[in-house]
C-alpha cells in the first residue's frame, strides 16, 4: 500500500468534512426545510469555529491574540489549516485593524446553485470568521451587511472587517 503525502492527506481530508458538510445541510433542509436549515447552518459554522479557534491557537503554540499584527499571525495559520485548494478566498490588511475577506468563487454558492437552491441560500461562510473573532475576544464590525448570498446577489462577495483592540469583547457582525 502507498503511503499518502501531507498534502494529499490534507486534500482529502478537506474534501470529506465538505461532503459531509453538504450532505449534512442537504439533509437539514429535506428535514427542517431551507429557512431552518440556514439557521442551524450559521449557528453550526459558528459554534464550530469558536472551538476551532482554541484548537488552532493551541497547535501554533499561540496564548492568544492582543494585537493586530497577532491576528495577522493566526489568520495566516488558521489558513494553513482550513483552507482547501477548491477555496478561493484571500484575507487583506490593507491599513491598521482592517481585515478584508475576499470572495472571487463560493464553493458554497456553487454547490447550492447545482442543487437549485441559490435563491434561498443564506451565508454562512462568513459565520467561521465571526466565530474565530468572537472566540479571540477581538470586537470588530463588519460591512457590508448582507441577508441572503452576496455572490448570487451581485456577483462579487467581499467583507470589510474593522477590529477594535481597544475594547472589550462584545462584536457585531
Avoid at 450532505?23 to 427542517?32: R, S, V
Avoid at 475576499?102 to 464553493?107: G, L, Y
Avoid at 454547490?111 to 437549485?116: I, K, N
Amino acid at each position: 500500500m502507498e503511503q499518502l503525502e501531507d498534502g494529499e492527506v490534507k486534500r482529502l481530508l478537506h474534501k470529506g468534512w465538505m461532503t459531509h458538510d453538504a450532505m449534512w445541510f442537504q439533509h437539514c433542509a429535506l428535514e427542517c426545510g431551507m429557512e431552518k436549515a440556514n439557521i442551524i447552518n450559521r449557528a453550526a459554522v459558528r459554534s464550530m469555529a469558536r472551538i476551532e479557534a482554541k484548537r488552532i491557537l493551541k497547535a501554533f503554540g499561540l496564548a492568544g491574540i492582543e494585537s493586530f499584527d497577532e491576528l495577522k499571525a493566526f489568520m495566516e495559520a488558521a489558513e494553513q489549516v482550513v483552507k482547501a485548494e477548491f477555496m478561493k478566498f484571500t484575507v487583506e490588511f490593507p491599513e491598521e485593524n482592517l481585515m478584508r475577506v475576499n470572495m472571487p468563487r463560493c464553493f458554497a454558492l456553487d454547490g447550492m446553485t447545482r442543487a437549485g437552491l441559490a435563491g434561498q441560500y443564506q451565508c454562512g461562510i462568513f459565520e467561521r470568521f465571526w466565530g474565530w473573532l468572537e472566540a479571540l475576544g477581538i470586537p470588530y464590525e463588519a460591512s457590508p451587511r448582507v441577508e441572503g448570498c452576496m455572490m448570487h446577489l451581485k456577483g462579487r462577495c467581499f467583507r470589510d472587517i474593522r477590529l477594535d483592540f481597544g475594547k472589550a469583547a462584545g462584536a457585531v457582525a
